[in-house]
């Protein structure tokens, strides 16, 4: 097969594209060096590079003949604000930052594919639109900005994929229907009288109340909610204080609320408000909240998903289709494109016998999950521009 032996003959270059991204990580909106390096790679194959300025660092690039459907793929540029503490030649140079969610393999997949497809693949009755987002870990994220460039309107379908650590590379992970979780930003602030911590009758004790602030929180959901709908609410970011000896007068929360069923949304609003109400009447702190961003749940379309799963079965086996039992309650920005197109979000395997999950510092992959994916991929064009 060509395409076997193009991997065979590219792989190294494959796994060099990843691991110069790895060393060099940017963070949302601020890929400059991402998104030229993969701009150069691309053009120098012959594509023609289509950025505008809602998009910022991010870019699309078309594979077809355009007289039929537009079959969208998808993948993200961005890294977090993490270190990397892995000894390895291709950690992160970048202090601070780090891609530890597998962003670098994700455009090593997209860009890998497109320069098969470019070299080898005759023309095709429709188009690939191959998108680049940028800012997927900042919320509101990329996605949105990618959208207002108007190059979303026109895509018939799309798919977006994610590494998981804990399944072997050579696998694949789908499932039809809910896939991820709707997030939110959860933003409290607490203020009151400070004063010295010798004498905290004297004061709010903003640091006790912000511990029964999380408490009730989690009580409360846990007994206003059916224990069969999951939902996470968890703080990721405390500020407040300046020294030891000193209760505050000002502390802030923040976290993320997760939940996979949109109409639990105003319920859970109400349970957050009953609350803050209460805690801040009972101990007579001044509580305000708010609740800034929302991100709609992944929710898989029936034949694209199928598409895929039976793309796995014939390039892969049996073996290498991993159905998945619940959806994640991760987020992902993905879902702002599956409210407007019909499309499918599927989990790569990418086991290094080390890594346990995403946004750790010592995430790393095992680089056989890019030919895999590409695999699939190619498999997925195949059929999907033979059925529609």
């Not at 004061?203 to 929180?217: E, F």
């Not at 599956?338 to 989990?347: C, N, Q, V």
Request: glycine share 8%.
């Amino acid at each position: 097969m060509k395409l076997n032996h193009w991997l065979n003959t590219n792989e190294e270059k494959l796994i060099l594209l990843r691991r110069y991204l790895h060393q060099y990580p940017e963070v949302g909106f601020k890929e400059f060096n991402t998104s030229a390096y993969l701009h150069q790679l691309l053009t120098d194959a012959g594509y023609s590079i289509t950025q505008t300025p809602e998009m910022k660092t991010g870019f699309v690039c078309d594979f077809g003949a355009g007289k039929g459907p537009t079959l969208g793929i998808r993948c993200d540029l961005d890294a977090l604000l993490m270190s990397d503490a892995k000894t390895v030649p291709y950690a992160s140079k970048n202090e601070g930052v780090m891609h530890a969610c597998g962003h670098d393999v994700h455009m090593s997949i997209v860009a890998g594919l497109a320069l098969w497809v470019r070299e080898y693949r005759p023309e095709i009755p429709g188009t690939i639109r191959f998108i680049f987002q940028p800012a997927e870990e900042q919320a509101p994220g990329g996605a949105q900005a990618m959208m207002r460039s108007g190059l979303i309107d026109d895509i018939d379908h799309i798919i977006g994929l994610h590494m998981l650590p804990r399944l072997d590379a050579g696998k694949i992970a789908i499932r039809t229907g809910p896939m991820s979780a709707a997030v939110e930003l959860v933003d409290i602030t607490l203020k009151g009288e400070g004063g010295h911590t010798s004498r905290p009758h004297e004061t709010t004790d903003l640091i006790s109340v912000m511990a029964q602030t999380i408490i009730a929180l989690d009580e409360a959901i846990s007994r206003e909610v059916d224990h069969r709908s999951p939902v996470v609410l968890s703080f990721g970011k405390v500020l407040g204080g300046h020294t030891f000896n000193v209760i505050p007068d000002e502390v802030n929360l923040q976290g993320t609320l997760r939940f996979l069923d949109p109409d639990l949304k105003d319920k859970l609003h109400k349970v957050i408000n009953d609350v803050i109400v209460h805690i801040g009447s009972m101990f007579g702190a001044d509580i305000s909240y708010q609740i800034p961003y929302f991100a709609p749940g992944i929710v898989n379309d029936e034949f694209l998903t199928k598409l895929v799963s039976d793309s796995v079965i014939s390039t892969l086996g049996d073996d290498a289709l991993v159905e998945l039992k619940q959806a994640s309650m991760g987020g992902e920005d993905f879902a702002y494109y599956l409210e407007k197109i019909p499309g499918t979000y599927f989990r790569v395997g990418c086991s290094d016998g080390v890594t346990k999950d995403v946004h750790t510092v010592h995430f790393d992959v095992n680089e056989k999950c890019i030919p895999t994916a590409i695999r699939v991929l190619d498999e997925v064009i195949n059929k999907y521009f033979s059925l529609t």
